[in-house]
């Protein structure tokens, strides 16, 4: 079959979008009609400067649907909607079994973009191009190891799904996991782009008690035309009031240490049983997990009301896109 798909033939110049040759897919592979994809610093980084196999379809940031499925594939069927991981993994192997799913062998082709076979599914005029790290999401259609898709749930909006099959993890789990950040923590991200900044919702998510996010860039700096808040007023509310050091415990001890930690815990409780948070306290836990820096073009997050949970939020973002 033919695809259309964004190519890069040579480092330095632009993406191209060229019409290609798609093979079909063979053992253990699926083909996937992409619906999203994700532009990430790496694609750029591998079009100026060439760091992986040439030609190649680029993108590793992807999510679509799997409509045909080579012999043999078991995790995945035609039908289901899949986000597409940035490496293949086994699942089986020493390394996938205990957590360290970025060591598999199965990952080796990343940079040369050929399936586990060795050989390659795009071509054009004899030429064979590969998927950057064996996906290439900015194809209409992909053919994938089965091994790079992750099954998602209907409600999950494929733009969505895309995001977190590399940067959103990325950076959520390097402070999450990798950093282990703890309640109460300080933490410093250096570097807001799409990973650092989800390693500081990351933190945030964990607990931490103050993030520091630096960039060098300065349109990062006051993207939101709230109040900024320098240290001395990390306790002052998004409307400039202040909050927690003039209120005290129920006991009239205690400054705003003590609400940092009460609020933590009622965060805790609203992640792990968002039904029976109360509702003034769902809307401050939700708060928190909106993103510190946003650039001036993205949209405004959607308001989430005080007692919507993750799941219903996405199936109401997925009802107003269709
Ligand atoms: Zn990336
Ligand atoms: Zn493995």
Redesign the pocket.
Known sequence: MKTRAAVLRKAGTPWEITELELDPPKANEVLIQMEAAGLCHSDEHIRSRGMARLPLVGGHEGAGVVVEAGPGVTRVKVGDRVSCSYIP?????R??STGK?NL???GKWAGVGCLQDETFRFHQNGEDFGGMCVVGSFAEYSVLSEWSCVKIEDYVPMELAALVSRGVTTGFCSAVYAGDVRVGDVVVVFGTGGVGINAVQGAAWAGAKHVFAIDPNEWKHRPDPRPARRHGDLHRGRDGQRRGQGRRGHDGQGGHDRDHRRRVLRDGAARRHPDRVPQEDAGLAVRRRQPAVRHPDDPQPVARGPHQTQRAHYQDLYARRN
């Open positions: 993994v086994c699942g089986k192997c390394y996938c799913q598999c062998d199965a």
